[in-house]
């Protein structure tokens, strides 16, 4: 059974920076995608990023592109999204999801997820 568990949210002034971490026990991340998705109050699900290095792919959703880095610890079969460059338009719940989705930015596809971690950004 795959767990993931997402720390780092918080409270960030506009500019500023978080990095997330997405901690897999269960499953060795580095074979599997790894997807970021988030969600704001009273809004669909959306992607963020993911990386599925076993197959050489980093995706980044427009919105988030150029500020937002996926990187990995295999030792600690831990990945983080960092974060910077932050906007009040960056706040929501964010979450870390695996499993094997026919569609990498789908959050549907996805069966495993962390309970998410808040990120609120002010202006």
């Known amino acids: 059974q795959v767990q993931l568990v997402e720390s780092g949210g918080g409270l960030a002034q506009a500019g500023g920076s978080l990095r997330l971490s997405c901690a897999a026990s269960?499953?060795?991340?580095?074979?599997?995608?790894i997807g970021w998705f988030r969600q704001a109050p009273g809004k669909e699900r959306e992607f963020v990023a993911v990386?599925?290095?076993?197959?050489?792919?980093?995706i980044y959703a427009d919105s988030v592109k150029g500020r937002f880095t996926l990187s990995r610890d295999n030792a600690k079969n831990t990945v983080y999204l960092q974060m910077n460059s932050l906007k009040p338009e960056d706040t929501a719940v964010y979450y870390c999801?695996?499993?094997?989705?026919?569609?990498?930015?789908?959050?549907?596809?996805?069966?495993?997820w962390g309970q998410g971690t808040q990120v609120t950004v002010s202006s």
């Open positions: 999801a695996t499993g094997l989705p026919a569609r990498l930015g789908f959050a549907s596809d996805y069966s495993d």
């Open positions: 269960g499953r060795t991340f580095s074979s599997w995608p």
């Open positions: 990386s599925y290095w076993s197959r050489g792919s980093i």
